[in-house]
């Protein structure tokens, strides 16, 4: 059973702070990590990907992976209220197709 | 562009009835793909395409069926209506291959009481 596995939350975090969320996944063979932002009633949109292990950073997400450890995570620095959502990390393992963790809530207080 | 476009966006069905969930891309990708998303969970795949005339299993397929004739359009069809098939379900598109960045639609709320 392939699994991608985050913490539910909800992650409270003050503005202009570092907010931390954290993913595992079981599949060895996974070589390709996204990271998905979902407005509560909202459909999910990409907000990074990342394929080496390493950090890759966008503005003010970074994304961190390392395969040794099956670990992947997205930092997100100066933390705004609209930052707010639902976070999904997905992983493509064997069969090529994208599996999804459940999601952290993240909510950033003013 | 109009992206993913879904309809309808809410519906309600009765146990044991059927209908079709419909999704439309214009953007002229050859992947397409049927999620589900429970409250508090993920997505889960229920069925893709990887090009007209092509489809295949995801996830959780059963009490499901797709088609696809045309690049643009996805339809999802339910027979048979479950309540554990209430869920919002989610339609998306990609360029080239599931490894492209996943364009998805603004889904469809269904409760089957």
């Known amino acids: 059973q392939k699994e991608v596995e985050q913490n539910s939350g909800p992650l409270s975090v003050p503005e202009g702070a570092i907010a931390s969320l954290n993913c595992t996944y079981s599949?060895?063979?996974?070589?390709?990590f996204f990271w998905y932002r979902q407005y509560s009633g909202k459909s999910p949109e990409l907000i990074m990907s990342i394929y080496s292990n390493g950090d890759k950073e966008d503005g003010r997400f970074t994304a961190q992976l390392n395969k040794a450890s099956q670990y992947v995570s997205l930092l997100i620095r100066d933390s705004q209220p609209s930052d707010s959502a639902t976070y999904l990390c997905a992983v493509i393992s064997a069969g090529n197709m994208l599996t999804f963790g459940g999601g952290t809530r993240l909510m950033v207080k003013p | 562009n109009a992206g993913v476009t879904q309809t309808p966006k809410f519906r309600i069905l009765k146990i044991g009835q059927s209908m079709t969930l419909q999704c439309a891309q214009d953007?002229?990708?050859?992947?397409m793909y049927w999620y589900r998303q429970d409250p508090g969970m993920g997505l889960k795949l229920i069925y893709y395409s990887v090009g007209a005339g092509i489809t295949d299993k995801g996830e959780v397929p059963n009490g499901y069926n797709v088609s696809r004739s045309t690049t643009e359009d996805f339809p999802l069809r339910l027979e048979l209506a479950a309540p554990s098939q209430t869920s919002v379900y989610f339609c998306a598109s990609s360029e080239l291959s599931s490894y492209n960045e996943q364009f998805f639609g603004p889904g469809t709320r269904l409760t089957v009481l």
């Open positions: 953007m002229n990708h050859n992947y």
């Open positions: 599949d060895r063979v996974s070589q390709s």
